[in-house]
Structures are given as structure tokens and as C-alpha cells.
């Protein structure tokens, strides 16, 4: 069963991952990136930089590599390992618990540091990407850490939260976010439904991977209509069939 979210319908969740071998969704056959490096490149070329101006680094979801990779278990540990190694972070983006987003660390800085400039924030921030994000791959942040182990006064977290590196998680502890990525979240749910929604009004709530790739998409849809269909067969809210017609991807009721 999904996790209930106030912020969006159940239906566009992310499911649950299955732990059976089960190959549910995959849209690949056998084509295209075959390590994760490469497919988060691949990827991230589809993400729609001038919709926001080019001020945000290029984001993946976790899940969009499920959609080319089965193999959940090696995607998780290369993604880990990326992490490990300072190429990639990793967020939770909010709007669900299972839904996490992936940016190529150097994209994040540079990013940062450009919306930073000339700011009285600079010199903190600057801190923050040198000490923390260089050796740490933790998603959020408590308080007693930032003080003690990175050396942050409180003045300091406050400005590194109106930058917005730092979100607030609860009392105490803050989530590592990207800073005016709130446009992004609302394009995405948005859009995500639109393109569901296409794909259950077709008849039989079906609809051939090739035909919705060529489909003209309404203003609800602002994103490459590839990005959204990784994401929507790795969220498992279709199902991907392999037919002679090519790759069927069929609406799944939640």
C-alpha cells in the first residue's frame, strides 16, 4: 500500500518497492546507459533546464532509474556509492517519503554558489558546501551536529536555511535541500497527473510507450514527456508490457 501524503492524491504516490524479483517495469529492453553514472546522464538531459531559467541543477528521481534498471539492489548501492564518493546527492523532496531526488554534486554547488553571489550568506554557505556536503552523506541535519561536529553557531544555521540549503524538518533538525526547487515540486506533481491521466483515459487505460512519447502535451505538462515516463514506470504507477508493437504501458490502480 502507498503512504498517505496530504499533499497529493494516493494515486500518484510512489508504490511501495516489492522485494520478489518480480520485473515490473523496466522500459529499456536492453538499451540504452548500462551503468548508473551513465543513465543519471542520460537522464538529467531530459530535465527541463530553461523552465527555470537555468538557475536549478539538473534533478532525477531515484526511482526514474528503476524504469532501466530492474535490478533495485544495484541501483540503490551505485547510487550509495556515487554518494561515497562525492559525485552525487541525494534529497528527500517532500511532496513523499519514498521519493528521493539525485544531483550531480558539482551541478548543486555551482548552482548554489551562483545564487549566492554578492550575498551576505556567501561566506556561510560556502562553509557549509566545503565542511558538510564534502564528507557527508546524511539527508538531514540535527542541531547538536551542526554545533558540535561542523562548528556552526545558530546564527549561522539561520542563514544557511534562508539560502536554502537548509530546510526545516522539525524542531531541531533540518533537511539538505535545494534552494527554490519549490517551482520544480509543483510542476512535477502537476504534470505527473496530467500524464497519468492521459495514459487511463486511453482505452483499456493502456497505451503504447511510443505513441504517449509522441503525444502533444497540454500546458499541464511541462516537462519532456520521457522524463515522465521513466518516472511514472519507476514509481510502478504503470505497468511497462513488452508486445510486438513495442513497449505497452498500462494504468495501475492503486
Request: charged share 30%.
Amino acid at each position: 500500500m502507498n503512504r498517505k501524503r496530504s499533499l497529493i492524491s494516493d494515486s500518484f504516490m510512489v508504490k511501495k518497492r516489492k522485494n520478489g524479483t518480480e520485473r515490473f517495469g523496466s522500459v529499456s529492453d536492453g538499451e540504452g546507459p548500462t551503468d548508473i553514472k551513465s543513465t543519471l546522464e542520460y537522464l538529467m538531459t531530459l530535465f527541463p533546464r530553461k523552465l527555470f531559467n537555468d538557475s536549478l541543477p539538473q534533478i532525477v528521481l531515484k526511482h526514474q532509474l528503476y524504469s532501466i534498471h530492474s535490478d533495485k539492489t544495484f541501483v540503490d548501492k551505485e547510487v550509495n556509492k556515487l554518494r561515497e564518493q562525492g559525485e552525487l546527492l541525494m534529497f528527500q523532496l517532500g511532496f513523499d517519503a519514498e521519493a528521493f531526488g539525485l544531483v550531480f554534486a558539482s551541478d548543486y554547488k555551482a548552482k548554489v554558489l551562483a545564487a549566492e553571489e554578492g550575498k551576505v550568506t556567501l561566506a556561510t554557505v560556502e562553509k557549509f558546501l566545503e565542511k558538510v556536503l564534502s564528507s557527508c552523506t546524511d539527508l538531514s541535519f540535527r542541531k547538536d551536529k551542526m554545533l558540535r561536529e561542523f562548528l556552526f553557531a545558530d546564527s549561522e544555521i539561520t542563514q544557511l536555511v534562508k539560502s536554502g540549503v537548509l530546510t526545516v524538518r522539525d524542531a531541531g533538525s533540518w533537511w539538505l535541500s535545494i534552494p527554490n526547487s519549490g517551482k520544480f515540486t509543483k510542476y512535477f506533481i502537476q504534470s505527473r497527473k496530467a500524464v497519468l491521466g492521459m495514459v487511463k483515459k486511453s482505452k483499456y487505460g493502456e497505451v503504447l510507450k511510443a505513441e504517449l512519447e509522441e503525444r502533444r502535451t497540454t500546458s499541464q505538462v511541462k516537462f519532456h514527456m520521457k522524463y515522465h515516463i521513466h518516472d511514472i514506470v519507476g514509481a510502478e504507477l504503470v505497468e511497462s508490457i513488452p508486445t510486438t508493437s513495442g513497449t505497452l504501458l498500462r494504468f495501475v490502480d492503486s
